[in-house]
């Protein structure tokens, strides 16, 4: 003799989700988002990037003279020691130079940084890092300068734009 369900007993047994099903489902959600959140950004490639790096108080690898409009710089701080640097976006007013920029941090320190038109910056990138940022210029005299403070080997010392680390360029 064969055992038989009850009607209600049957119902039961259909109406149930397959536990199985649900959860193989929810975990291809999950790996679906994570694989999501973990793919990188990539770089407009109708945006131009220029590469930057710190490296002696100087910058290097930025063009005297580029197009107006959008631009990424990928700016990397390749010091031979630990140390920090930043890159801040300055409007040169006409007449000026970058020679203006070293003789005003030379004689006002951290408070000359407020004296220049800032389009943007790229803060605190300590030795061996690289941040990018994103700056959209209109024709002009511009320059790249660092306000960061401070010796190789550490303690205090004058802001880095005193001692010349100002890049002086064109967009145009």
Not at 62 to 67: C, G, L, Q
Not at 130 to 149: I, S
């Amino acid at each position: 003799m064969g055992t038989s369900l009850s009607p209600s007993s049957s119902r039961r047994h259909e109406r149930q989700p397959n536990v199985r099903l649900i959860r193989w489902a929810g975990l291809a959600a999950a790996l679906a988002i994570l694989a999501a959140a973990c793919t990188p950004a990539r770089a407009d490639p109708a945006v131009r990037t220029y590469s930057v790096f710190a490296q002696r108080f100087r910058f290097h690898g930025m063009p005297s003279r580029i197009p107006s409009g959008q631009f990424q710089v990928a700016y990397s701080n390749r010091e031979a020691f630990p140390f920090r640097h930043e890159m801040v976006m300055i409007s040169i007013p006409g007449g000026e130079n970058e020679a203006n920029v070293w003789d005003d941090a030379l004689a006002k320190g951290p408070d000359s940084e407020s004296d220049w038109l800032h389009w943007g910056e790229i803060p605190e990138v300590d030795t061996g890092a690289t941040k990018v940022g994103v700056f959209e210029l209109p024709p002009g005299t511009y320059a790249l300068a660092c306000w960061e403070a401070g010796r190789p080997g550490g303690g205090t010392g004058p802001v880095h734009a005193s001692l010349h680390m100002v890049y002086q360029f064109t967009v145009g």
